[in-house]
């Protein structure tokens, strides 16, 4: 067994506390490679922001989980070299779809993580996250368990149609299951195709989708005042990165994702974790095809895994900053 504590990360608990109070969001990016951890430790850094690195079943089956939670280790201890004392940094399993699995991220390191039982049957939802819930408190880890479906598809989740939450369900589910975050559906979407350009209005020549439904936040918040709330899929894709991507090479079509504005204003309300991916991917890859391109004789993955990292960070700290609002907020 191997204690989170030990590796110097926290839970979420009290980070989530003080986002519900002071109304602002904890970034949650997830991480697959040392590019993308060393980016999201620098801009925490810099902007003094406690941060969730989260691991998704795809992302320990390309990098191997005890190399990432090694990682996270790192993670600390680099967020120190780097001049934070007191780093608030936490390791969560994203969407973690049985029992042993995330009993396994729990005995090796992880301080929170996500029982996703959102496809199953209300009774069956409720049976499983209590599970992982009885297991983890005895270890201090956190549990975030979801209701609701999210469309899209996200490494291996992967859904057609969306459910939004009901709000006439969420006592009873938080209460019976005695999790500690509830990830809501209420429009977000995995991956960087959100919506289709036919869903959207034209507004001065830019395609915006549907609002999210605030007011299945606002009932949701009366049910469960103070109780932290969760978004998945809340990538905005910025168009300047598609176009980037599609001018040296790429060929990405209508990708489109949730405004910014729509997540500052969710920020504000219980919703204390926002999970990132795609901007990340897209970023990565962004500035990838854009240094291969304009480099064609370099063939050091340093040379251009650098403006890769450098242009991650750039949007991890974009986001803290201008989004979410969690910049200054250590200790
Ligand atoms: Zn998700």
Redesign the pocket.
Known sequence: MISYKELGLVNTKEMFAKAVKGGYAIPAFNFNTMEQMQAIVQAAVETKSPVIMQVSKGARNYANGTILRNLAKGAVEYAKELGCENPEIVLHL??GDSFEICKECIDNGFSSVMIDGSHLPYEENVALAKKVVEYAHQYDVTVEAELGV?AGV?DE?CAAESHYTKPEEVIDFATRTGCDSLAISIGTS?GAHKFTPEQCTLVNGVLVPPPLAFDILAEIEAKLPGFPIVL??SSSVPQEEVETINQYGGALKAAIGIPEDQLRQASKSAVCKI?IDSDSRLAMTAAVRKYLAENPSHFDPRQYLKPARDNMKKMYIHKIVNVLGSDNKLG
Do not use: A, M
Request: proline residues 0%; hydrophobic residues 20%; without cysteine.
């Open positions: 994203d969407h999210l996200e989740v995995h998945h899929g999970n």
